[in-house]
């Protein structure tokens, strides 16, 4: 499976963007996914994960309430729409995909990884 992200962007505080992150193969429907951030000079850090069926769903503290995660199996992509945000979101945002079909918060849990799209939140 080959992921690529796109749909970054320069955005004001209080902007929004929606993110996009497009799988090749007809097995991305199985897979769980998730999407990662990773601001300059800090680690890779969970955003949100959805499970193979959207069934379930998982954010991490700082998004939760602005951010929606979800997915077209359908079109072998995935998305997050990213309301309200903040400078702290300046980031690299990275999607992924757990060939277990889960909604592991875990990076060690994910098999392929997109290439990543830059968000920058101006204040």
């Known amino acids: 499976v080959q992921l690529q992200a796109s749909g970054g962007g320069l955005v004001q505080a209080g902007g929004s963007l929606r993110l996009s992150c497009e799988a090749s193969?007809?097995?991305?429907?199985?897979?769980?996914m998730g999407w990662f951030r990773q601001a300059p000079g800090k680690e890779r850090e969970f955003v949100a994960s959805?499970?193979?069926?959207?069934?379930?769903?998982l954010y991490a503290d700082p998004v939760k309430g602005r951010f929606t995660i979800s997915r077209d199996n359908a079109k072998n992509t995935g998305y997050l729409q990213m309301n309200s945000l903040q400078p702290g979101d300046t980031a690299v945002y990275y999607c992924?995909?757990?060939?277990?079909?889960?909604?592991?918060?875990?990076?060690?849990?994910?098999?392929?990884w997109g290439q990543g799209t830059q968000v920058t939140v101006s204040s």
């Open positions: 992924a995909a757990d060939i277990s079909g889960s909604y592991s918060k875990w990076l060690q849990n994910y098999d392929y």
């Open positions: 193969g007809r097995t991305f429907s199985v897979y769980g």
């Open positions: 959805i499970d193979w069926n959207s069934e379930r769903i």
